[in-house]
Every structure is written in structure tokens, then in C-alpha cells.
């Protein structure tokens, strides 16, 4: 078998950038998947929150919980909890952008007879509890005035009204108006049969075992049922992406696997008008009415077990948020696994030294927000066009000499 181009891993970045390469350019195109077990995109709760991610908001808060006890046991440091940090300039935009995208992909991708991923319009309230909320929330607001057209405030009565259900001890919320939230399920099915009908190849239950190379240029990969020649390879691998990189560089790059545990409610009566996070959790009612409550930041390496400490605090957060949720039952609980990197980049692009090799991975806690953008940016890195961003900071090269 040949192919201009094998993409290896077939998580919202892999199909992404497999829709957007065979719907732009005329190479062929093989993506090749094997579902590992906490693979991250079937894992994640669909939010498309650049605001709210690129402050930190996606964190969830188990990880603000467990930084504030260790300063806590630390007398020289203040007992205040730990909020997660901002992400630069560059990566709000990075995922500005992407979210813009999202519309007209939604109908473009109707139109053209694929899935409907289910693009809801909702916001993404940060409802405040207590003063300290109220101080986390003013500096968010304060460090992004030129977003200040996408926030809106909520006194207690003004939140109590758009949002009936809330506890009546929330004392405000802080919206971002723009954020919102699709079905990652159907958007992952929705990229993969539309790059299907652009003639992409889609293979699998099938693993990419090694990577073959001369004269410092890749020329195939080598699979379980034999060996694919290829012109290029794309390591769409996510927390696997270093096992593509030892094949190729012979090296690991930084791409950790960070874990998130969640905890999903049987259908319900819509008790939210929009996505909601807290000092606790996140919380999203999905089309169907089911409510995704996440979601822990762990470094366990593969481990995607389901522990009972951090799914309860979950639950006890999401339930003094919403009381309502007592009336509902857990469906499922799972664990993923984020593609961490050590500043929460993504890794995009060329290596030097190597030809016929790109990275697509790294994407942590917002691959599914920023898979159109990374598909369009890889698509122009292909065709030699202009990529939509500046991609010098999403390169390999910036850990040069760090890691
Ligand atoms: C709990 C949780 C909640 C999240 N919530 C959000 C959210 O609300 N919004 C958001 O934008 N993001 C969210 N994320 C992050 C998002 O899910 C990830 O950034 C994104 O899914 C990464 O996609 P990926 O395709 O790189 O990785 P994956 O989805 O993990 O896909 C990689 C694929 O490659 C396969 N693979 C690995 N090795 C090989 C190999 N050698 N050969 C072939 N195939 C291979 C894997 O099995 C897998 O199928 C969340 C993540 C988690 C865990």
C-alpha cells in the first residue's frame, strides 16, 4: 500500500487534519487508529471555551484543591486556593480563531450529508460562591479588556433568572459569551466521514508499530498488517504521540499523559442555559439532556482507573452548584487522557533534521476546540500556503535545550 500522506492517530486531531488535507489538496491520505484505552477525545465534555480555557477554566478543580493543600502545609505560604494560570496572548488567539471556525464547518459539514455535531450556542457561566471567586473572576475580566465585548456579569438576581436552578447561595456569575459546546462524539464521527467522502482512507484497529527512514526522510510506516509507504507522516498520537517520536527521532518530545476523570448523570429535564464552571468542577448539559461533570488534572502516567475521593468531590461540587442533580443518577464515570506538554501548547509542525515527518499533538485540555484550526494549519504547512497563525511558537524547537 501507498499514500502521499499517513496520518497516525485518529482522535479529533487526526480526522481533523485528515478532512481538512483531502478536502484541500489532491494527496493521498491514509489515517490509521487504534483505540487505546483513555484515548482523550471520546473522554472530554465538547467545550468550546477559548476564554474559559485559556484562563484555566477547563482545568477543573480537584487541581486547584490539591496545589492549595500543599501551600497549606507550607506556613509560609498563604492558605488563598491556587488558580490556574493564563495561557499567552498568541494561544487565546490561537483558540479564537479555531472557535470562529466551528459555524461554518457545522454547516458545511451538514450540507455536504456528514454528521451533525450538535453546535449549541450556550456561554459559559464562572459562577462565584464567595469573595474569593468574586477576586478571581474581576481579574480574569481585567486582563482580557480587549475581550470585554464577550463578558457579561451577573449580580445573584440577574443569574437566579437566567438561570432558575442554580443554588441559592451562587452570588454571581462572570459569562463568556462566546463560549460554547458541541458533541465531541459526533464531531470526531463527523471529521472521519467527511475526510472519508474527500477519498481519505481510514483505517482502523490498526497501530503504526515503526517508522522506516533514509537518507534522513521517512518512507513508510509499518503496521500490524504490513508495512504503507508514505511520503509524509502526521503524529496525530495524542498522549501517545512520544511512542511515534521514538520510532522517527529516535527520542521522546514532551507530551505527558495528563488524566481527567468524569462523571456523566442520566438524561435530565434542562436544568442549565449555558456550560458552568465553579472553584469545584465543570458542568455541561448535554442535547440529550445528560450532564457531564468534570474534571480532575492528574499525573498518573496511563492509569485510567476511576477513584472514589475525586469522582465525589466532582459530584459534591456539581450537586452544591445545581442541588437539582440530587434527583438525577450517575450513568457512567470514566477516565481520559489529556496530551499534556509543559507550557499547554500544542505541538505543531516540522522537526528539523528529518523530512516527510510533522507533529500534530500536544493539545491538552482543548483539542477539540482547537482541532479545526490545527487542521487548517496543517493543511497550509502541506500545501505550502500561509498557515491562519504564526506557528513559530507551536514548534518542537521552542524546548530546545529545556527538555
Ligand atoms: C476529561 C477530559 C475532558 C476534556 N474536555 C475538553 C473540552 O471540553 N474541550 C476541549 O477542547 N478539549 C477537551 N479535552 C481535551 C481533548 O479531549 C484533547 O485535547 C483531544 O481529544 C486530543 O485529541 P488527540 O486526537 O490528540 O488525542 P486522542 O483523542 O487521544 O487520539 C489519539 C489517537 O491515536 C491513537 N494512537 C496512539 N498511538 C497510536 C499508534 N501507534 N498507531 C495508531 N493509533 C495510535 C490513540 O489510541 C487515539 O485513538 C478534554 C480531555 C479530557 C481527558
Same mark, same amino acid.
Given at each position: 500500500?501507498?499514500?502521499?500522506?499517513?496520518?497516525?492517530?485518529?482522535?479529533?486531531?487526526?480526522?481533523?487534519?485528515?478532512?481538512?488535507?483531502?478536502?484541500? !489538496?489532491?494527496?493521498?491520505?491514509?489515517?490509521?487508529?487504534?483505540?487505546?484505552?483513555?484515548?482523550?477525545?471520546?473522554?472530554?465534555?465538547?467545550?468550546?471555551?477559548?476564554?474559559?480555557?485559556?484562563?484555566?477554566?477547563?482545568?477543573?478543580?480537584?487541581?486547584?484543591?490539591?496545589?492549595?493543600?500543599?501551600?497549606?502545609?507550607?506556613?509560609?505560604?498563604?492558605?488563598?486556593?491556587?488558580?490556574?494560570?493564563?495561557?499567552?496572548?498568541?494561544?487565546?488567539?490561537?483558540?479564537?480563531?479555531?472557535?470562529?471556525?466551528?459555524?461554518?464547518?457545522?454547516?458545511?459539514?451538514?450540507?455536504?450529508?456528514?454528521?451533525?455535531?450538535?453546535?449549541?450556542?450556550?456561554?459559559?457561566?464562572?459562577?462565584?460562591?464567595?469573595?474569593?471567586?468574586?477576586?478571581?473572576?474581576?481579574?480574569?475580566?481585567?486582563?482580557?479588556?480587549?475581550?470585554?465585548?464577550?463578558?457579561?456579569?451577573?449580580?445573584?438576581?440577574?443569574?437566579?433568572?437566567?438561570?432558575?436552578?442554580?443554588?441559592?447561595?451562587?452570588?454571581?456569575?462572570?459569562?463568556? !459569551?462566546?463560549?460554547?459546546?458541541?458533541?465531541?462524539?459526533?464531531?470526531?464521527?463527523?471529521?472521519?466521514?467527511?475526510?472519508?467522502?474527500?477519498?481519505?482512507?481510514?483505517?482502523?484497529?490498526?497501530?503504526?508499530?515503526?517508522?522506516?527512514?533514509?537518507?534522513?526522510?521517512?518512507?513508510?510506516?509499518? !503496521?500490524?498488517?504490513?508495512?504503507?509507504?508514505?511520503?509524509?507522516?502526521?503524529?496525530?498520537?495524542?498522549?501517545?504521540?512520544?511512542?511515534?517520536?521514538?520510532?522517527?527521532?529516535?527520542?521522546?518530545?514532551?507530551?505527558?499523559?495528563?488524566?481527567?476523570?468524569?462523571?456523566?448523570?442520566?438524561?435530565?429535564?434542562?436544568?442549565?442555559?449555558?456550560?458552568?464552571?465553579?472553584?469545584?468542577?465543570?458542568?455541561?448539559?448535554?442535547?440529550?439532556?445528560?450532564?457531564?461533570?468534570?474534571?480532575?488534572?492528574?499525573?498518573?502516567?496511563?492509569?485510567?482507573?476511576?477513584?472514589?475521593?475525586?469522582?465525589?468531590?466532582?459530584?459534591?461540587?456539581?450537586?452544591?452548584?445545581?442541588?437539582?442533580?440530587?434527583?438525577?443518577?450517575?450513568?457512567?464515570?470514566?477516565?481520559?487522557?489529556?496530551?499534556?506538554?509543559?507550557?499547554?501548547?500544542?505541538?505543531?509542525?516540522?522537526?528539523?533534521?528529518?523530512?516527510?515527518?510533522?507533529?500534530?499533538?500536544?493539545?491538552?485540555?482543548?483539542?477539540?476546540?482547537?482541532?479545526?484550526?490545527?487542521?487548517?494549519?496543517?493543511?497550509?504547512?502541506?500545501?505550502?500556503?500561509?498557515?491562519?497563525?504564526?506557528?513559530?511558537?507551536?514548534?518542537?524547537?521552542?524546548?530546545?535545550?529545556?527538555?
Amino acid at each position: 500500500m501507498s499514500y502521499d500522506i499517513v496520518i497516525a492517530g485518529g482522535g479529533v486531531i487526526g480526522t481533523a487534519v485528515a478532512y481538512y488535507l483531502a478536502k484541500n !489538496t489532491d494527496f493521498s491520505i491514509a489515517l490509521i487508529d487504534i483505540k487505546k484505552s483513555g484515548n482523550a477525545s471520546r473522554a472530554s465534555a465538547g467545550g468550546l471555551w477559548p476564554i474559559g480555557e485559556s484562563v484555566g477554566l477547563g482545568c477543573g478543580v480537584i487541581f486547584f484543591k490539591t496545589l492549595s493543600k500543599k501551600l497549606s502545609e507550607n506556613p509560609d505560604q498563604d492558605d488563598v486556593p491556587q488558580r490556574p494560570h493564563q495561557l499567552p496572548r498568541f494561544f487565546f488567539d490561537f483558540c479564537l480563531k479555531s472557535n470562529e471556525m466551528f459555524p461554518a464547518l457545522w454547516s458545511e459539514l451538514r450540507e455536504s450529508g456528514s454528521v451533525d455535531f450538535k453546535l449549541e450556542k450556550t456561554g459559559l457561566k464562572f459562577i462565584m460562591f464567595d469573595d474569593h471567586d468574586r477576586v478571581y473572576a474581576q481579574q480574569i475580566a481585567d486582563s482580557i479588556p480587549h475581550l470585554s465585548s464577550q463578558l457579561r456579569w451577573y449580580d445573584q438576581k440577574q443569574l437566579r433568572e437566567d438561570e432558575p436552578f442554580v443554588s441559592d447561595e451562587a452570588i454571581g456569575a462572570l459569562e463568556f !459569551t462566546r463560549d460554547d459546546q458541541l458533541n465531541p462524539y459526533l464531531l470526531i464521527r463527523a471529521y472521519r466521514e467527511a475526510a472519508r467522502h474527500e477519498g481519505a482512507v481510514i483505517i482502523q484497529n490498526t497501530e503504526v508499530t515503526g517508522v522506516n527512514i533514509s537518507a534522513g526522510k521517512v518512507h513508510s510506516v509499518e !503496521t500490524v498488517s504490513g508495512k504503507i509507504n508514505c511520503d509524509l507522516l502526521i503524529n496525530a498520537a495524542g498522549a501517545w504521540a512520544s511512542d511515534i517520536t521514538k520510532m522517527v527521532l529516535g527520542r521522546e518530545i514532551p507530551v505527558a499523559p495528563i488524566k481527567g476523570q468524569v462523571v456523566l448523570s442520566e438524561k435530565m429535564p434542562k436544568i442549565m442555559r449555558s456550560c458552568v464552571s465553579t472553584s469545584d468542577c465543570y458542568i455541561a448539559q448535554k442535547d440529550n439532556g445528560e450532564i457531564y461533570i468534570g474534571s480532575t488534572t492528574e499525573e498518573k502516567g496511563y492509569d485510567t482507573t476511576c477513584t472514589f475521593d475525586e469522582l465525589s468531590a466532582l459530584s459534591s461540587g456539581a450537586v452544591r452548584c445545581f442541588p437539582r442533580l440530587r434527583e438525577s443518577s450517575i450513568k457512567r464515570t470514566w477516565a481520559g487522557l489529556r496530551p499534556g506538554t509543559p507550557d499547554e501548547i500544542p505541538i505543531l509542525g516540522p522537526v528539523s533534521g528529518i523530512d516527510g515527518y510533522l507533529n500534530a499533538c500536544g493539545h491538552f485540555r482543548t483539542g477539540i476546540l482547537t482541532s479545526a484550526i490545527t487542521g487548517e494549519i496543517l493543511h497550509c504547512m502541506v500545501a505550502g500556503k500561509e498557515p491562519p497563525v504564526d506557528v513559530k511558537p507551536f514548534l518542537l524547537s521552542r524546548f530546545d535545550g529545556i527538555h
